[in-house]
């Protein structure tokens, strides 16, 4: 009983530690990514400030996403979705 559960415990930390992982990270890096560049696009009232702002944010997520590693991945995302919620406070007018 103890063998099979330590087998079974072994095989889940080897399939959560699979690329597969890394590739959904990966997945919601550019995911964000994409939501940024259409919320760019169909905000009016962005500042000059707030662009230049999302811009070196994209740039910053994108570079870390270009690593290729999970912790790449997980930068990425942590930048991107700072990125989003600020274009969201922007556009509730809490910037």
Do not use: W, Y
């Not at 992982?21 to 259409?38: P, V, Y």
């Amino acid at each position: 009983m103890k063998r099979s559960a330590l087998a079974g415990l072994f095989i889940t930390a080897a399939i959560l530690a699979s690329p597969v992982f890394a590739g959904s990270q990966d997945d919601l890096c550019n995911i964000n990514l994409q939501k940024i560049r259409d919320a760019k696009v169909s905000t009016e009232q962005m500042s000059e400030g707030l662009k230049s702002d999302i811009d070196a944010t994209v740039h910053q997520a994108t570079a870390a996403k270009a690593k290729g590693t999970e912790e790449g991945a997980k930068e990425c995302i942590s930048l991107t979705t700072q990125a989003m919620q600020k274009i969201q406070n922007n556009s509730k007018g809490d910037q």
